[in-house]
Each structure stands twice: as structure tokens, then as C-alpha cells.
């Protein structure tokens, strides 16, 4: 059974960092196309940025140049590297692993999330 947790959330003042890792059992990171995304109460879940087995990488053009996805393949934890952080990214963040490896950035179907964790973002 997958199971997914993220954690590394906070509050923060506009232009700080955080950095949230995602730790995974019963799933590799390394394998598969993985991914963060965010949602806020009433609004739909967004996508934020996907990673590759091979190191690609995509981000959603309002975190572009600010976030940046990677893994650490040994310890098996994805990460979201947050810098220059916004009052609209204030979000629970989730992260989320499919069990596609390539054509990453077509992937529609998210086979297990994490059950998110909070960052609040002050002006």
C-alpha cells in the first residue's frame, strides 16, 4: 500500500522560503512521474510542478523561476523548494506520484496523494 506524507509547511512573511519534502512507502520516487500541487478552500486543485525518473522538470508559470522540484533518490523524499514566496501562495500543497515513468507532462491520472500540508504566506 502507498502511502504519502508531506511535511515542511508553515507561515511565512511575503519573500521568505520554505522547503517541503514529501516521503513515500510502498512507491520510488525515482520511477515514476511525480508532482506537487496546491489547492485553496473553494477553488480547485492546481498543479504546481512535475519531476521525471530522468530529472525533468515543469513548473506552472505562476511559480516559474521561484520553485523548484527535485528527489533525493536515496532517501526516497521529493522535495518543493520554495524561494520569493507570495501571498497567492498560500495553499495546502500535496504531493502527488503516478505510476506513468514517461510523457510526464501528459500525465492526467494521479494514483496516490498525500494528505497536503499548510503554507501561509503573510503580506
Known amino acids: 500500500q502507498v502511502q504519502l506524507a508531506e511535511f515542511g509547511g508553515g507561515s511565512v512573511q511575503a519573500g521568505g522560503s520554505l522547503r517541503l519534502s514529501c516521503a513515500a512507502s510502498g512507491y520510488t520516487f525515482g520511477a515514476y512521474c511525480v508532482a506537487w500541487f496546491r489547492q485553496t478552500p473553494g477553488k480547485a486543485r492546481e498543479w504546481v510542478a512535475t519531476l521525471s525518473p530522468v530529472g525533468s522538470t515543469g513548473y506552472a508559470d505562476s511559480v516559474k523561476g521561484r520553485f523548484t522540484i527535485s528527489k533525493d533518490n536515496a532517501k526516497n523524499i521529493l522535495y518543493l523548494q520554495m524561494n520569493s514566496l507570495k501571498f497567492e501562495d498560500s495553499a495546502r500543497y500535496y504531493c502527488?506520484?503516478?505510476?506513468?515513468?514517461?510523457?510526464?507532462?501528459?500525465?492526467?491520472?494521479?494514483?496516490?496523494w498525500g494528505q497536503g500540508t499548510q503554507v501561509t504566506v503573510s503580506s
Open positions: 502527488a506520484a503516478s505510476y506513468q515513468d514517461t510523457a510526464c507532462f501528459t500525465v492526467t491520472t494521479w494514483h496516490n
